[in-house]
């Protein structure tokens, strides 16, 4: 069954490092998404791509993050300047409309900011 | 915006039926959506509602009603395995999740 792939699973960064996470969604999925979890806490929407732009972001996107796809499978999180709070787990999902938008999350990469 | 409202926790024995409610309020409504998630896991999704009425999938259902902002989840002949947490999604532009319902199954 296709699946979506995260690396890294864990990276841990000193604060005010820059962090790159990594997604390969789906092959023939055309929207892109990244979510994010606080220990214990509810999954958050970050941001969605589509057609090489972003299409929604949260108030949590703020100018600390930026997402790019740079070739045709690869879709980036960075995080500038990390902080204590960025501590999270990432999902990295993909979707294919029309149709329901169900969307496949990959495992995550458990991001751990010191 | 939105806000989605469901149970923090509930407790079921094995062989027994659930039902996890879900409430919500948005501006705009696009399907709404029941995801599974075990510790440290990624969600996985279960049913998907966008008309009023019950979805069946084998010992998973879902209802919905718009009107009332309303779902459900119902799950029947319970496994140890459901133990996790059931989120549950609204989408509009974009899918927001609920904070999600801790369900722990016992023998």
């Known amino acids: 069954e296709p699946e979506v792939t995260q690396t890294p699973s864990h990276q841990v960064t000193q604060m005010g490092q820059e962090v790159i996470l990594r997604c390969v969604p789906i092959?023939?999925?055309?929207?892109f998404y990244w979510y994010r979890q606080i220990l214990g806490q509810k999954v958050e929407f970050l941001v969605s791509f589509y057609n090489n732009e972003i299409s929604e972001k949260s108030e949590i996107f703020d100018d600390q993050f930026s997402v790019e796809r740079p070739d045709g499978s690869n879709f980036t999180l960075k995080i500038r300047s990390t902080k204590l709070e960025d501590s999270a787990m990432y999902f990295c999902a993909s979707s294919s409309p029309p149709g329901a938008n169900v969307l496949t999350f990959g495992a995550g990469s458990r991001l751990t900011v010191l | 915006g939105q806000n989605i409202d469901q149970p923090t926790e509930m407790t079921a024995t094995e062989g027994a039926i659930v039902q996890i409610n879900c409430t919500y309020q948005t501006s705009g409504f696009n399907g709404l959506f029941w995801y599974q998630q075990h510790a440290g896991e990624a969600p996985t999704f279960l049913s998907y509602n966008v008309l009023d009425g019950l979805e069946e999938k084998g010992r998973f259902s879902s209802f919905l009603s718009r009107s009332k902002g309303y779902s459900y989840l119902l799950l029947k002949e319970l496994q140890m395995k459901d133990s996790a947490s059931y989120l549950c999604?609204?989408?509009?532009?974009?899918?927001?999740f609920g904070a999600g319902t801790r369900l722990t199954v016992k023998p």
């Open positions: 999604a609204v989408t509009n532009n974009d899918m927001r």
């Open positions: 092959s023939n999925h055309l929207y």
